[in-house]
């Protein structure tokens, strides 16, 4: 354990050593030069096809004139990002295959097939998610920014391998779950001075964003910092559940003493709910889901897919050290619910080679990273 703690260390610390010089290059003049297309559109691969959000919602916004994914209610109908799906890759090429005619795309064989051949990269699947490492690793090698879907990855040395990778080489990565790119996080951030001493912070999310108990966790993080001192999730499912509590420990500072944040999943039509109780008074806000698809393209999914173009175009969305930190964290909740029984557990004590179970062991055979 001990040795464990002492490498996490390390490789945070190679992370922020790094991440400035990473920095220095992303912002750059001739790295933005080297990023923008402004004479043609950004040509993007999709990784995954099956279970991937990017057949199923993203390309609707994305490529809003094709074929949609949910046909009964349509899509914008009219383009307003600077990009299309030129390439797709599934570990099943005839499900490749299907979804490139849909739009017209080029579905390749092999996994780096699009090296070279796109401006930016989509991971849009959980299924991927354990095999992101090497799947990644010749799109990062080569500078082209990706978004990589949550959960990141199921261990911190997946994470610290990418995370390494993508400060060596000055790529543009994107690690986020859509609520992170709601309105009302900044807006709530913006708040928290306003409230005086936090006494409680408390959030719902609807049961079914709880599969993996990511979404309305990220969003607190993006609303409350990272600075957490433990984790606890007390739950009777990791994919589907009928109880789940996560709750942080947040640090202090100055004259804010430690507070916690309650997040409880709670089936009702509501996105999510939050209250944030203070000394001078108490903030309420929540969203309500939409029966209209164009309502769900629109609010809950276009916010992020403009964050993955400005990526693409060589915009940093946050330091990846935050990228790091969410993983652990929500490793850490995996650990408290597997190991400890829903006790809440110290951050930064989790074995960098434990791993969480995923729903898809078999999927992809890891011989064909071997070549």
């Not at 097939?113 to 080569?142: C, N, Q, S, T």
């Not at 990220?218 to 433990?230: A, H, R, S, T, V």
């Not at 190991?339 to 557990?345: H, I, K, Q």
Request: net charge neutral; glycine share 6%; with cysteine.
């Amino acid at each position: 354990m001990h040795n464990n703690k002492a490498q996490s260390i390390e490789r945070r610390d190679f992370l922020k050593t790094t991440a400035v010089a990473g920095a220095v290059a992303l912002a750059s003049p001739e790295y933005t030069k080297a990023a923008s297309y402004p004479n043609r559109r950004l040509r993007i691969g999709a990784m995954g096809a099956k279970n991937s959000f990017t057949s199923y919602c993203w390309s609707d916004i994305i490529d809003p004139e094709k074929p949609a994914n949910n046909e009964s209610s349509g899509t914008f109908g009219t383009q307003f990002l600077n990009m299309d799906i030129t390439h797709i890759w599934d570990v099943d090429f005839e499900a490749a295959k299907r979804y490139a005619d849909r739009l017209g795309a080029t579905a390749v064989k092999d996994y780096d097939g699009m090296v070279g051949k796109v401006d930016g990269l989509i991971f849009g699947g959980m299924d991927e998610v354990p095999w992101y490492k090497y799947l990644a690793r010749p799109y990062l090698e080569a500078g082209t920014p990706m978004y990589l879907s949550r959960p990141f990855a199921y261990c911190m040395r997946d994470i610290d391998d990418i995370l390494e990778l993508a400060a060596k080489h000055n790529t543009p990565i994107l690690c986020t779950a859509k609520y992170e790119h709601y309105n009302e996080a900044p807006a709530l951030k913006s708040k928290l001075k306003d409230i005086g001493v936090i006494k409680l912070v408390h959030a719902t999310g609807n049961s079914s964003d709880f599969p993996m108990h990511f979404h309305i966790m990220f969003m607190m993080m993006q609303i409350l910092g990272y600075d957490i001192k433990e984790v606890s999730v007390l739950t009777d499912g990791i994919k589907r559940n009928t109880y789940c509590q996560v709750t942080f420990l947040y640090k202090g500072w100055e004259k804010q003493p430690d507070f916690l944040c309650s997040i409880h999943s709670v089936s009702n039509r509501d996105q999510f709910t939050i209250n944030m109780f203070g000394q001078r008074h108490t903030i309420t806000t929540n969203m309500v889901r939409s029966p209209e698809w164009r309502d769900s393209l629109l609010f809950r999914y276009a916010p992020q897919v403009i964050a993955m173009q400005r990526t693409f175009d060589g915009e940093m969305f946050e330091p990846l050290e935050n990228i790091r930190k969410k993983t652990e964290i929500w490793l850490t909740g995996y650990y408290s619910h597997l190991e400890r029984g829903g006790a809440p557990v110290e951050v930064g004590i989790l074995p960098s080679d434990w791993r969480a179970p995923y729903p898809v062991p078999d999927l992809i055979d890891e011989s064909m990273f071997k070549k």
